[in-house]
């Protein structure tokens, strides 16, 4: 597995998947189809001294978006989040955890990493869990899309409890292109 810093040829790619059905119902907002928009995200993400944000290839072929964001350097932890934009290959969503904690903890000396999940999104929870990640609280009412409310879950790994429950998964390192 490939993470490829974003460029200005990925764009349409992750326009295309970021305004699917199967992508944004689990998304905070809805973004409208605009490259125009999308080169101000990329100027915008390529100033972020706080994140990193990549495109995922498996196999040579692209297959979706991870980032991690609001990364707090002082107290070492921030904010991972991921979809899988090409349907066929929904499956990897499982192995992106590990592949995420492995880099963070090993590579950017984070102590934490974090993910919010909505409610409605229960195959991503379940996920969490399963990885070993802590769920440590249920913001509700937090996100008001399509003028109905979502509840949203806060999970959290630390580096010491990734130690004890990642064994299993260290083999899992992605390959990281800048």
């Known amino acids: 597995m490939k993470w490829m ?15 699917t059905e199967v992508v944004t119902r689990y998304m905070y907002t809805d973004i409208p189809y605009s490259m125009d928009n999308q080169r101000k995200w990329l100027d915008g993400i390529r100033k972020d001294e706080n994140g990193y944000y990549w495109v995922i290839s498996y196999r040579d072929e692209l297959i979706g978006f991870i980032s991690i964001t609001a990364i707090d350097w002082k107290n070492k932890r921030g904010f991972w ?3 899988i934009g090409n349907p066929e ?3 990897l969503a499982g192995f992106l955890g590990p592949y995420m904690y492995n880099y963070a903890f090993s590579e950017l000396g984070l102590e934490k990493l974090m993910g919010e999940v909505m409610g409605s999104n229960e ?14 609280g249920k913001m509700e ?4 899309k399509n003028e109905q409310w979502h509840d949203v879950y806060l999970f959290e790994m630390t580096k010491e409890r ?4 990642g064994q299993k998964y260290k083999k899992y390192m992605a390959e990281v292109i800048r």
């Open 162 to 165: 990734w130690e004890e429950v």
């Open 81 to 83: 989040n991921f979809y």
């Open 89 to 91: 290959y929904a499956m």
């Open 141 to 144: 009412h937090h996100i008001l």
């Open 123 to 136: 195959g991503v929870r379940k996920l969490h869990l399963k990885q070993g990640a802590r769920e440590v």
């Open 5 to 19: 810093q974003i460029q200005e040829e990925h764009l349409q790619l992750i326009l295309d998947w970021r305004t």
